[in-house]
């Protein structure tokens, strides 16, 4: 493609006389160097497994063949479905049992509701009274995606009843051909969130910390800002602690506070090394 459109440059008059007026003379051939290969990737799984990435980086059959790195326990949970989806429900449940064990992730038996319709107030409803240690809830919605009714059962789920939520479509898992490969990637999702982790790296640096900030600033003429701020709290880089922090505009009780959001962090490890990552756009 870049070649042809050299091509086109040279062959132009009108390009070229542009290219001649400026002094310039473009070259018919590229010029070729020698670049420099990155090795492949090795990715730790479960049970001691290792992958090697080819050079495509892809790596989706070891992700479900092999044992996540780190299992969660999804023990208290619920799904919610509407009547009309029951079989394909069943169906999900039915492979969820087959494949989780498989894949390392532990799954206690779930609270089934069943609800008459699939209206965004019945699910919302049917999350409202699910019990008060409910820790996770999956929704299978029927019919067309709506937005309104994934950012309810969202909304319910991060600020009414706090839990991890999932949601899948009934079309998605009415395909025979793709339940299995549908299912999969559930259980890595519900992995995820429930506070494990699905494989992980080695990184050279020893007792490292990674740090990413970013800062809103009122456009108002406020003095005070608003920090973002999420660092790693293990060896394998797979938990998170994240603050929001709100302050006046001074770097040295910015750092202060910053200081402040990493001590209260849960840190499994001595930290000996910090690489910070901060959006600079506008400071």
């Known amino acids: 493609m870049f070649q042809k459109f050299v091509k086109s440059l040279v062959e132009n008059k009108t390009a070229r006389q542009f290219w001649t007026d400026w002094g310039l003379e473009i070259?018919?051939?590229?010029?070729?160097?020698?670049?420099?290969?990155?090795?492949?990737?090795?990715?730790h799984f479960g049970q001691n497994h290792k992958e090697l990435v080819g050079p495509k980086g892809d790596w989706t059959r070891?992700?479900?063949?092999?044992?996540?790195?780190?299992?969660?326990?999804?023990?208290?949970?619920?799904?919610?479905?509407?009547?009309?989806?029951?079989?394909?429900?069943?169906?999900?449940?039915?492979?969820?049992?087959q494949q989780a064990p498989r894949m390392g992730v532990n799954f206690k038996a779930p609270k089934i509701v069943e609800i008459p319709n699939d209206r965004t107030d019945t699910f919302v409803k049917a999350i409202r009274d699910l019990p008060?240690?409910?820790?996770?809830?999956?929704?299978?919605?029927?019919?067309?995606?709506?937005?309104?009714?994934?950012?309810?059962?969202?909304?319910i789920c991060l600020v009414d009843r706090p839990m991890a939520s999932q949601v899948v479509?009934?079309?998605t898992l009415a395909n025979e051909k793709?339940?299995?490969?549908?299912?999969?990637?559930?259980?890595?999702?519900i992995n995820c969130k429930m506070g494990g982790s699905l494989w992980g790296t080695r990184?050279?640096?020893?007792?490292?910390?990674?740090?990413?900030?970013?800062?809103?600033?009122?456009?108002?003429g406020k003095?005070?800002?608003?920090?973002?701020?999420?660092?790693s709290i293990n060896a394998t880089f797979s938990q998170f602690f994240s603050d929001v922090i709100?302050?006046?505009?001074?770097?040295?009780?910015?750092?202060?506070?910053?200081?402040q959001g990493k001590k209260k962090s849960e840190v499994t490890w001595i930290v000996i090394n910090f690489i910070y990552f901060r959006s600079c756009r506008g400071d």
């Open 62 to 97: 070891a992700s479900t063949n092999r044992t996540v790195l780190t299992a969660a326990n999804v023990e208290r949970w619920a799904i919610v479905y509407p009547v009309s989806a029951k079989s394909t429900a069943t169906a999900f449940m039915t492979i969820l049992k």
């Open 178 to 189: 793709r339940q299995l490969a549908v299912v999969q990637k559930v259980v890595l999702q």
């Open 203 to 220: 990184i050279p640096i020893k007792g490292l910390m990674v740090v990413g900030i970013d800062v809103y600033k009122n456009k108002g």
């Open 169 to 171: 479509m009934q079309k």
């Open 223 to 231: 003095k005070e800002m608003v920090v973002g701020i999420v660092g």
């Open 132 to 155: 008060d240690n409910a820790e996770f809830v999956l929704t299978m919605f029927t019919g067309p995606q709506k937005g309104d009714r994934y950012a309810a059962v969202k909304k």
């Open 246 to 259: 709100i302050t006046e505009r001074r770097d040295n009780d910015l750092y202060k506070q910053i200081s």
């Open 27 to 43: 070259s018919s051939q590229n010029l070729k160097i020698v670049g420099r290969t990155l090795p492949n990737v090795t990715l």
